[in-house]
């Protein structure tokens, strides 16, 4: 596990967006997969940018998604279809053939997750998987003690998750829905290169656990310590509670330009 400490957000969107148009440049039709809410929003930004200007093309880029929420109307401007639609498959210049997702509003769920599952196996697997991280340690929608290995499933949404996620809901948790589908952490551990971006001091303590602490099902996000690629990218606010801050900077200063992350 790597991990990169930057000044702010923009920062840190531009260094991931470096990392993936290195990615495109070296496979074009390479997998991307992404993650909703506010935190990889400058990630976006910055690599519209670079598509925008032409020293990015991701005109055959595949865009897969991280989780979906269960049972919101096709179309809904808060499903995540919509949202990694409007956010970053439409600024990138693609369509929506280039995006896939699981079914949300699905009669069988379960079927519509074991779908998702062999879908990213066609498609040669996740080259690069962005990730958040919620105040209690969940990536994905994979809430504490969720099960290492798992798979993509049906999750139901803890209290603290929902109330996180009432911003996006008019601030009226009764519209936040209790289940998702979410991509399994066995299913994230899978991807080739996750990244996780994480900034703010409301993420401090969860970041300290994920890096510092045990593996452990009550930080699902510890478990990219078991990845041979995972990088973290932090803001200053959110590496506060980091003991080993001062190395990961020294460590980050010495590398080569050449490896990027």
Not at 124 to 135: K, R
Not at 138 to 160: D, M, V, W, Y
Request: charged content about 20%.
């Amino acid at each position: 596990m790597e991990v990169v400490i930057v000044p702010d957000a923009k920062a840190g969107g531009e260094l991931i967006a470096g990392a993936i148009g290195a990615l495109l440049s070296r496979k074009p039709d390479a997998v991307l997969g992404v993650a909703t809410g506010s935190t990889p929003l400058p990630i976006y930004q910055a690599l519209a940018d670079k598509v925008r200007s032409g020293a990015v093309d991701a005109s055959r880029a595949r865009i897969c998604q991280l989780d979906e929420y269960v049972g919101l109307p096709a179309g809904h401007p808060e499903s995540y279809r919509s949202v990694v639609l409007r956010e970053v498959v439409e600024p990138l210049g693609l369509s929506e053939a280039s995006f896939m997702g699981p079914d949300g509003s699905a009669k069988d769920v379960q079927a519509a997750c074991e779908a998702y599952d062999r879908a990213l196996a066609e498609a040669g697997g996740v080259d690069l998987q962005l990730l958040g991280i919620g105040t209690d340690g969940h990536i994905g929608f994979n809430e504490p003690c969720s099960s290492l290995a798992s798979r993509t499933r049906i999750k139901t949404l803890t209290e603290q998750t929902r109330v996180d996620n009432a911003r996006f809901f008019d601030n009226d948790i009764t519209q936040v829905p209790h289940h998702v589908i979410t991509q399994g952490i066995g299913t994230i551990l899978e991807s080739r290169h996750p990244i996780l971006l994480a900034t703010g001091e409301g993420k401090a303590d969860a970041v300290a656990a994920t890096v510092e602490g045990p593996v452990a099902s009550v930080v699902p996000a510890s478990a990219l310590q078991m990845h041979p690629h995972a990088t973290i990218v932090v803001d200053e606010a959110a590496a506060s509670k980091l003991k080993l801050a001062d190395y990961f900077r020294a460590t980050y200063a010495a590398k080569p330009l050449w490896q990027g992350i």
